[in-house]
């Protein structure tokens, strides 16, 4: 069985124009010379939809890419979705596009998950849950470091901006201990290795 399935690529193609729309027009492509008035009358800007996915789409695919890879290193069984593959994420989903189309102003969604199965150890599942922040976390003190020490040529500087922030909120909302997040399995999984 290969690595990544047609499937997965397919999903990871489409949840990556998914999240490039979604943030598109939220996220700036650029600050200077920036009119809002001639940005909405230009119609779709596919200039912003490219740096936008280059700002978002890293931090979501490689998180997701960590927690799959790291639970077939365990031998599990590990399938990526994209979110219109469950009924709860899609109608998160559908419920981001009209937030966005309405301009609401809040949206929450999660754009894919990795479907793990198999019998492990509680420390090998709460390693794998580990492994997608822990890719946000190695992403945004990346970047940190690289904004820090003025390592970028000055074209990447929003990008890196972007993707500092991006992966530091992912990181840490990740690792929030709530039912359902990485970090409740991380802690769970914890809990039950060294205290079960």
Do not use: C
């Amino acid at each position: 069985m290969p690595l990544i399935t047609i499937g997965e690529i397919i999903d990871l193609v489409l949840m990556t124009f998914f999240v490039g729309y979604v943030f598109s027009g939220i996220i700036p492509a650029r600050r200077e010379n920036y009119d809002p008035l001639l940005h909405y009358k230009r119609g779709f800007d596919f200039e912003g939809l490219k740096f936008v996915i280059m700002a978002t789409a890293p931090a979501i695919i490689l998180h997701e890419l960590a927690h799959k890879f790291v639970a077939l290193g365990f031998g599990l069984d590990a399938v990526f979705y994209a979110f219109y593959r469950s009924t709860f994420t899609l109608m998160l989903g559908i419920f981001t596009i009209i937030s966005k189309l309405t301009g609401f102003g809040f949206m929450f969604f999660v754009p894919g998950f990795v479907s793990i199965s198999g019998s492990g150890t509680s420390l090998q599942f709460a390693l794998t849950a580990l492994a997608g922040p822990f890719v946000n976390l190695f992403l945004w003190l990346g970047s940190w470091y690289l904004l820090k020490n003025k390592i970028y040529k000055k074209k990447h500087y929003l990008l890196l901006i972007l993707t500092q922030r991006i992966n530091m909120f992912l990181f840490i909302f990740n690792m929030l201990p709530i039912p359902g997040f990485d970090g409740y399995k991380i802690f769970m999984g914890l809990i039950r290795s060294f205290v079960g």
